[in-house]
């Protein structure tokens, strides 16, 4: 599905885009505090910590950083959508569950609620667009990431299934095998039988031949 029927579907519309780029500065302004906790919780919550063993969290702070300001930019474009995908793909590599993943969403989620609610609570209504514009834009996110995830375990299933037919298939040529062998080994019981008979009528043939020339 193409990113503009996404976010047709998500409500994502020029409005929407426009209040993310007004309240980007803002964003980005605390985006370092809030991926800061954001690492905290994850690499200490038993849930999650394992996950982070032999990470580099300055690195994968500075990574999500960027995919944040490219989300809040309002640029809902194709390296948007390819690099979301991607993202997704390494988390299901690495065994971020769905679970995992939302629960990190919801972290993020709140926090940024807390501090645009701190910021512009006074402004009733533009504080309702900038919830809603990043609500939206989160929900995209992370429907993206499980859309990856999905497609990785289909390909996954479809390995499966193709191994599985695979080994049906060899299990199958070796069952007729077996079998062509076990014809083959009758047919030549088979053959040694009629050999057998056929020297048996012989030999009975002699015998009656040899009866007949003693006869008086
Ligand atoms: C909240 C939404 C999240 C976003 C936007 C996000 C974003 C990212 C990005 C951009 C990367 C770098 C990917 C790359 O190297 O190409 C990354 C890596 C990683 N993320 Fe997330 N992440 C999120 C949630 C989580 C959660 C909840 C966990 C664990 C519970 C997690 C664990 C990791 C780990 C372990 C890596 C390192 C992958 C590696 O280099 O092997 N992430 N994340």
Redesign the pocket.
Request: charge should be positive.
């Given at each position: 599905m193409d990113i503009q029927t996404k976010l047709s579907y998500f409500q994502i519309d020029e409005s929407v885009k426009t209040t993310l780029r007004d309240a980007r500065p803002f964003l980005l302004e605390v985006l370092p505090d809030v991926l800061k906790s954001f690492y905290d919780f994850?690499t200490t919550h038993p849930e999650?910590r394992e996950?982070?063993q032999g990470?580099k969290i300055d690195r994968?702070i500075a990574?999500?950083s960027s995919?944040?300001g490219k989300l809040f930019s309002g640029d809902f474009d194709e390296e948007y959508l390819q690099t979301s995908l991607?993202?997704g793909r390494?988390?299901e590599k690495?065994g971020?569950t769905p679970y995992?993943?939302i629960?990190?969403?919801n972290f993020?989620q709140k926090r940024l609620t807390s501090l645009v609610i701190q910021r512009f609570g006074k402004k009733g209504e533009q504080c309702a667009q900038i919830l809603n514009a990043i609500n939206a834009s989160i929900l995209l996110?992370m429907e993206l990431a499980l859309t990856s995830y999905a497609d990785a375990s289909n390909n996954q299933s479809a390995n499966d299934f193709a191994n599985d037919l695979l080994d049906d298939n060899i299990s199958l040529s070796i069952a007729v095998n077996e079998v062509s062998v076990g014809n083959a080994s009758m047919m030549k019981s088979l053959d040694d039988i009629s050999l057998q008979i056929q020297s048996v009528a012989g030999a009975v043939q002699q015998l009656t031949a040899g009866v007949s020339s003693i006869r008086p």
């Open positions: 994850v999650s996950k982070f990470k994968l990574v999500q995919h944040w991607a993202i390494v988390h690495i971020i995992l993943y629960g990190g969403y993020v996110d």
